[in-house]
């Protein structure tokens, strides 16, 4: 009876940890795992360096712990951030390979509990994007400019139908007033 109990555990076991596995694309690379503890209503702040696309895993093991991110200050919180993960169990941020560096990684300890630990993996994300329409990479001030083009072209599209109308008008007044 004790080695069933025992190769169940053991078998239980193997799952959870192949589970954990499963969670991790095999396109992600791990960099670094930080295990710490945070009070509650304090942050703890770290500064990641890395290029290129970063995932951050955090799992509270005890308690729970926040994170915000950002690449604007080095000391985000929960009023200052670009991406935030706020969950009760694992959070997840995905920190996107444009983001300037040094960015700010700003851990937070819940005041719902009086100390949380939490662990975090920090992975390299080498995904390779496909975009179905040929190779374009996301640029905010590319995308800004274009949209600013299109609008001056409507604009000037607008000017000519208005012009055009005006045109049209006086040659029929025009056509009336001799015929």
């Keep these: ?9 053991a078998q239980a076991l193997l799952m959870v940890n192949s589970f954990e596995d499963e969670d991790v694309p095999a396109e992600w690379i791990l960099l670094h ?18 290029e290129g696309k970063i995932v951050l895993q955090m799992q509270s093991l005890k308690g729970d ?9 080095l000391h985000p919180s929960f009023d200052d951030y670009e991406l935030q993960s706020v969950t009760c169990g694992q959070d ?3 920190i996107p ?18 100390e ?14 496909q975009y179905p329409f040929g190779e374009a990479s996301y640029n905010p001030d590319e995308m800004e400019a274009s949209q600013k083009q299109l609008h ?5 599209q607008d000017e000519e139908s208005v012009f055009w109308t005006i045109f049209i008008g006086i040659l029929k007044l025009i056509l009336e007033i001799l015929f």
Aim: glycine share 8%; proline share 3%; aromatic share 10%.
């Design 1 to 9: 009876m004790r080695m069933l109990v025992m190769l169940l555990a």
């Design 33 to 50: 795992v930080v295990q710490g503890q945070i009070g509650a209503g304090n942050y703890s702040y770290l500064r990641l360096n890395h």
């Design 65 to 73: 712990a926040d994170l915000y991110v950002s690449d604007m200050t």
């Design 92 to 94: 997840v941020v995905h």
């Design 97 to 114: 390979a444009h983001f300037r560096r040094p960015v700010g990684i700003g851990i937070y300890g819940h005041p719902s509990h009086q």
């Design 116 to 129: 949380s630990e939490f662990e975090m993996k920090v992975y390299y994300d080498r995904t390779v994007v």
């Design 152 to 156: 001056s072209e409507d604009e000037t």
